[in-house]
């Protein structure tokens, strides 16, 4: 099925659309609100607007859609352009931030992570009428990936976890860890972000629903896609 983007004129333009979702989606609802964050470098600017804003800190909780396995602190790790765009900057408490973490291997990591996020949730089995993210944010990789989920990779298959270590199949080529499907699935909102003429093809290829990761994202709640006109191949 064709999936219908939400086209903005820029990648400033995008952030700007993002935060207005966000806003409303936290405005409607007064509870603990879970967003697992993307990596890459197209949401920086979302989370560097979202540093500037008096958001309920007390009750967001943050996620993490992907990691790359890296020491703490490493300019490659999402955690660590988050923690510069957005965490360090408010009222976060340290507790509501749940971040990948860095243990002996990347199967430890994706194990930990996992007990992370059943504990949160509080429950072992996904309910099809509780999503575990209120807002799940995405991007499109060069080749079609999401999150770690790249072409090819046996994380694609995995359906019996709800994270897994994953490998690369783009630069940084280091171990991941990745939600899987089906916990990417259990989420009120999920926002893809693409901006960028790099991603034109791919954007086209997803849109229409072509066999790649990005596209075989499916979702309890809504699934919306915001990109901008150089993604979408718009000049004017
Ligand atoms: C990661 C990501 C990844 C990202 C895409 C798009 O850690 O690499 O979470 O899935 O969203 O690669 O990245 P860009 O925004 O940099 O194009």
Redesign the pocket.
Same mark, same amino acid.
């Given at each position: 099925m064709q999936a219908i983007p939400e086209i903005h004129a820029d990648a400033d333009a995008l952030a700007d659309a993002a935060v207005a979702k966000i806003l409303g989606w936290l405005g409607d609802n007064h509870g603990r609100f879970s967003i697992c964050l993307? %990596?890459? !470098?197209? $949401?920086?600017r979302l989370y560097e607007r979202m540093a500037k804003l008096p958001l309920p800190f007390d009750r967001i909780h943050w996620f993490?859609?992907?990691?790359?396995c890296v020491p703490p602190g490493d300019a490659k790790r999402?955690e660590t352009m988050v923690r510069a765009a957005l965490l360090d900057h408010v009222p976060a408490p340290e507790a509501n931030i749940h971040a990948i973490p860095v243990t002996a291997s990347p199967a430890e990591s994706a194990v930990a992570y996992e007990a992370t996020l059943k504990a949160y949730y509080g429950q072992d089995v996904l309910d099809a009428g509780r999503p575990l993210f209120d807002l799940m944010l @995405? %991007? +499109?990789? !060069?080749d079609g990936?999401? /999150? !770690? +989920?790249f072409p090819g990779k046996p994380a694609l298959a995995v359906t019996g976890h709800w994270a897994v270590s994953s490998e /690369?199949g +783009?630069d $940084?080529f280091v171990p991941?860890v990745?939600l899987t499907f089906p916990a990417i699935a259990s989420s009120r909102h999920t926002v893809f @972000?693409? !901006?960028?003429a790099?991603?034109q093809v791919m954007l086209k290829r997803a849109l229409a629903g072509d066999d790649l990761p990005a596209a075989r994202v499916t979702s309890i709640g809504s699934i919306e896609w915001l990109v901008d006109k150089a993604a979408i191949g718009q000049t004017a």
């Open positions: 993307s %990596g890459g !470098s197209t $949401p920086k993490f859609g992907d990691e790359r999402n @995405l %991007g +499109l990789g !060069s990936h999401t /999150a !770690s +989920l /690369a +783009l $940084p991941r990745t @972000l693409v !901006s960028g790099d991603k």
